[in-house]
């Protein structure tokens, strides 16, 4: 068995005196598609942020593509790298949030061409053509010389993907990306990510949608407290749960 691409060893992460990570292993295999369940406070979103290094961890460590995140590791003991290090190994880490943050200053196009020629010095007229192509790869090739607030939801979280796509990342990581959309939008970024997953693109997913997670993940992980209670194929933790916890949380959203 190669090395997963994703391993996350013995996490803990707290706020003050909230302990919000207590202890989490998590592995995810090149071209998976993992997606995580769990109640609010659970812990998942906190998770993806400390996979990219927007959270530090306090204990434990994580490696994405074989490399430590935001740590290198000389003898026993972990140091932070310097911010601009952190920042390069964002860029093969693409993160897609719930609420878009998009800049509402530069028009669509303009919002995916800008992380490639800032972080990665893409000549511009390369990455624009890039950006275009990307721009219908989810649907939205009219849309370049559009604003965000001229955008429905759906189409913002669209667009968001695609900025998040243009760096090229090994990985993925999707925080709720339906949460804030009307429901009649879920859909459309739904089958976006779908059409990522059938591509064999890496992906983490923080998610309520459950028969998105039956349809496209290769493993469900369902945490609770702070913890992995429950991991495996979506027939295994969707269809029989063997943990009563699982069950509970299982009985009210599906």
Do not use: C
């Not at 995140?69 to 952190?86: A, C, N, P, T």
């Not at 190994?89 to 800008?114: A, K, S, Y």
């Not at 459950?210 to 991991?231: C, K, L, N, P, S």
């Amino acid at each position: 068995m190669s090395a997963p691409m994703v391993d996350v060893r013995s996490v803990h992460k707290s706020f003050g005196a909230l302990e919000v990570l207590k202890g989490v292993d998590l592995q995810v295999r090149a071209g998976e598609v993992t997606v995580v369940l769990g109640p609010s406070g659970s812990g998942k979103s906190t998770l993806l942020r400390t996979i990219n290094h927007l959270e530090k961890v306090d204990q434990g460590w994580i490696s994405v593509d074989g490399a430590l995140v935001g740590y290198r590791r000389s003898g026993d003991k972990l140091y932070e790298l310097r911010e601009r290090e952190i920042l390069k190994q964002r860029t093969r880490i693409g993160f897609v949030f719930q609420n878009f943050n998009l800049f509402p200053h530069l028009t669509v196009l303009e919002n995916i061409v800008e992380a490639p020629v800032s972080a990665l010095k893409r000549p511009r007229k390369e990455a624009t053509e890039a950006a275009r192509g990307l721009l219908d790869r989810v649907g939205l090739a009219d849309k370049a010389g559009a604003y965000p607030k001229q955008l429905s939801g759906g189409q913002q979280q669209r667009v968001a993907i695609a900025r998040a796509l243009a760096l090229e990342p090994r990985l993925l990581l999707f925080d709720e990306p339906t949460s804030a959309l009307d429901p009649e939008l879920v859909g459309e970024v739904l089958d976006v990510i779908k059409d990522l997953a059938h591509q064999g693109t890496t992906m983490i997913v923080v998610t309520h949608e459950i028969g998105f997670a039956r349809e496209v993940a290769d493993t469900v992980v369902f945490m609770d407290d702070g913890r992995v209670v429950e991991q495996g194929s979506p027939g295994d933790v969707l269809d029989a749960p063997r943990h009563e916890r699982t069950r509970a949380f299982l009985s009210k959203v599906l």
